[in-house]
């Protein structure tokens, strides 16, 4: 069965720093691997996905790695602001076709 | 395109009573999934349903709780009786292909019920 781990489980950062989110997985056999944030209260908005096949995907200030190998992924977020606090998930999308979430990293921007 | 599509927002019930929660998919997405989330333990795939059809039920804690997904375009999650420890958030999504690599999911607003 596939786990996901996520570290650190929150964050604090100031605004403008950088921000390094993690997640780990069991099994590297996987479809693709997709990052969600979700605001309190909200549903999950889809952020990026990587394919299996690709190392990485950029979407504006966003940026996610995969290493299959190792079975990691890092979602970094640069030049932080107040609007980006919320939960970010890790999902992973295993050769059955099921989504396996991690349990999430919940940041907050200080202003 | 209005994305996925629940209702009820909310649900507040009475332990024993029936309770359907219901989920439009984005049109033309041919797979179907239903999770629930709670503090303890966080996102979980109850079911999911490919051309309308259920393809892994495993998640699906109990019998009391089933699915249905008649059409394309509309999907069923009860619960009968509803337990206390049924409360939860529960979340649909749906995607293009399941069987394509950019099977990217998305997710409905979600039901919040609380069965008291």
């Known amino acids: 069965k596939q786990e996901v781990t996520q570290i650190p489980a929150a964050l604090s950062v100031p605004e403008g720093e950088n921000l390094v989110l993690n997640c780990s997985f069991t099994?590297?056999?996987?479809?693709?691997l997709q990052w969600f944030r979700q605001d309190p209260g909200k549903g999950l908005t889809s952020l990026l996905l990587?394919?299996?096949?690709?190392r990485e995907q950029t979407s504006g200030r966003l940026n996610a790695s995969l290493d299959k190998s190792s079975g990691r992924s890092t979602l970094y977020i640069a030049a932080s602001q107040p609007g980006d606090s919320a939960t970010y998930l890790c999902?992973?999308?295993?050769?059955?076709?099921?989504?396996?979430f991690g349990a999430g990293t919940t940041v907050t921007v200080r202003a | 395109d209005a994305g996925v599509i629940q209702s009820p927002r909310h649900e507040v019930t009475e332990m024993g009573q029936e309770v359907t929660l219901r989920c439009k998919p984005i049109?033309?997405?041919?797979?179907l999934f239903w999770y629930r989330q709670t503090m303890m333990r966080g996102l979980e795939l109850l079911i999911y349903?490919?051309?309308?059809?259920?393809?892994?039920d495993s998640g699906m804690p109990e019998d009391r709780f089933s699915a249905k997904m008649p059409n394309a375009s509309f999907s069923t999650l009860k619960i009968q009786p509803s337990e206390p420890r049924d409360s939860a958030v529960y979340f649909c999504?749906?995607?293009?292909?399941?069987?394509?690599?950019?099977?990217?999911?998305?997710f409905g607003p979600g039901t919040r019920l609380t069965v008291l």
């Open positions: 999504a749906s995607s293009f292909d399941r069987e394509s690599s950019y099977n990217e999911q998305f």
């Open positions: 099994d590297s056999a996987i479809y693709n």
């Open positions: 990587i394919q299996s096949s690709q």
């Open positions: 999902a992973v999308v295993s050769n059955d076709y099921k989504l396996s």
């Open positions: 049109s033309g997405h041919n797979s």
């Open positions: 349903f490919n051309n309308n059809v259920p393809i892994d």
